[in-house]
């Protein structure tokens, strides 16, 4: 071949691979941007590009969440098979040539990797002569790289580069689209997530309250109908005592009522013929009044079953209010509340946890039922502990609460069995019934979760872990200029402590007597806050002499446990507002400053 | 002779109405029915424009409001029309939900007293002390 014919050669040469470069640039930029799927998208283009440009191996690699490594998404055949299988992953600004394209957002290339200073060999792709590295970027933003290596040294050229770089660009964008539709699908998902639980809390609120309306009937009832039988009873054998007589209004109304009967339900009155010829053995069988109050009893415990369980089951049906919550308080109003036996229960010293997502009076409910069934799992071998354990789990993300007993224990085939609703476990001593499903539901509407391990024989672990509040910390609140005089009643050391910094931060004039409850000076006062649990101390009575001293109407009470009858009562005496224990100093700040504004 | 306390109750669940105005009715009150926020409201004005007014009036909160539609805090509406037009009537709210936001409301529109439905065992007495007949 002469001089000539070489060249003619190579030119040719040169105007295929050129239109095969636009045939791929072509077949690359229809196809990313037809993939909505990433990881459809990655491998595919690898292919494609491997194909259209003869290289023998390509990978595409995007940044990770910390912008620390480029992680292998997509690899060409068996190398990227066993890299993607080894999670490999270059350092971002390392020394790789994947490094330090994405560090700098700039194509690097290794024409020939003998020559190279510093080059590191990779053990699955052995035959590599010449690589190079192109950025994923957009709008200047790398998100990530691709590397093209080839078996032949040299084997880029400038054209190359540059239709590389632009078909790299078009992927970037794909990618970028991906993404976003990705993170807009998981967001669909999640708000449909959301409604679908706030659907099924709203169901299931409506059918419970439907059920209670309709049971609630009952019980008066039967206990009307218990009463008068009774009294009948009674009545009837006074009269034959001749402790009343014929003519009294009592043997009227009863004259009166039988005649009644006996002509509206003529079977009634041949039954009672029948029965008058019994003898008395016979007779006790077929009417006793002990019989008759047994069925009542029997109505009356289903109604009673019946309501029992819409208590259990309104508790995650309500409307959650999740908050910044002092969780290590809630469960030590929860074990207060529950005027257990001293010892029985132990709460472990503990250290400061930080708050946690959640609605308070929710969580009472929650470890009132888990600390309950502890107390029912308790065996017989052994008097029964219950410990409870609050810590920081998961890098301080979540806050756990363990309450572990060493009652009886569970059997593992009925360990999954305790979260059903409606699972007949009678079998299940202590850890039964509708508390568990509905504490589960409860935690996991606020995003948390509840576990349990237990061993027959030995006890239980029962693990709730909630969410750590993200927001700022009792100590980032917007400090506003409060004016005004407060006295602050709260013989709690911790929460009066609290309160009067919060307070005084903000620049309210803070009293609060240590002992003794002066209060008849109360009226000097701009706001009174007074703690509704006081030791030795009748909190009613606290606020009959704020009435009598004209206080009353500006004073707040906080209050660990917020009841219904309690707050009722409370608000009744007249005052201001009832505040929820434990608050953030944001909810304390805004309750005083618009009790005093 | 003095004729007996009247008392207006209002709640749309039947069987509780049935109940509640027998355990009333046995009580010696007398005792009329409305199940919804305008029936209530009519009863209420005829026995004003008759010089013949309710002594109390116990409202449910979840029942059909003034347009005739179910809402959980209808009650509501109905004890803030009446306290607007009688301030001295006393009313007594209750509701299925054991939610301590709702009582507060109740009171602060003027309720005399709150319970919950299904622990209304106490319902006489408070009764009896709303209308100060206690002892």
Known sequence: MNQAEIEANVTLEQALRRANLLAAAAEVSQNVTQIMDIDELLPKTVDIICDAYNFYYAGVFLIDEAREFAVLRAGRGKPGQIMMENNHKLAVGGNSMIGACTARNEARISLDVDTEKVWYPNPVLPETRSEMALPLAVGGHVIGAVTVQSTEAAAFSDEDISSLQAMANQLAIAIENAHQRQELEEAHAELLQAKMHEAIATATGDAIHWIGNKADPIRSSVDRTRTDLQLLTVLMGKLLNNELDGNSSVAQLIQKEAAVIQQDYPQISEAADKLSQFSSEKLERRLSLSSTLEDLQIIEDAAAMILRIKEELIGPAREQAPRPTMIDDVVKDAITAMNLPAGLVTLAPTAPVPLVVADPVQMHRVFTNLIKNAVEAAGDERPPEINLLIRSVEDSAFVAIDVVDNGIGIAPDDLDNIWITFHTSKGIRGHAGFGLPASRLIVEQTGGSISAVSQLGQGSTFTVKLPVYKGRGSNGHKVEHGRGKILLIDDNDHWRHFATVTLKNAGYKIESPDRGYTISNAHRFDLVLVDDILAGADSLAILHILKDSGAINKTLMLSSNPRVERTKERMLAGIKNLIAKPYTPNSLLSEVARAIR | ?135
């Open chain 2, 1 to 135: 002779m003095e004729s007996e306390p009247k008392i207006l109750l209002v709640d749309d669940e039947e069987n509780i109405l049935r109940s509640v105005a027998k355990t009333l009715f046995r009580e010696g009150f007398d005792v009329e029915t409305a199940t919804g926020n305008q029936a209530a409201y009519e009863l209420f004005q005829e026995a004003q424009d008759e010089g013949e007014p309710f002594n109390l009036v116990i409202i449910d909160l979840n029942m059909p409001d003034f347009a005739g539609n179910e809402s959980k805090y209808a009650g509501l509406e109905l004890l803030e029309r009446l306290k607007s037009e009688s301030p001295g009537l006393p009313v007594i709210a209750n509701s299925a939900w054991d939610e301590v936001e709702t009582a507060k409301k109740c009171i602060d529109k003027g309720a005399a007293d709150y319970f919950v439905k299904g622990r209304n065992d106490e319902m006489l007495d408070k009764i009896q002390k709303v209308l100060g007949l206690a002892g």
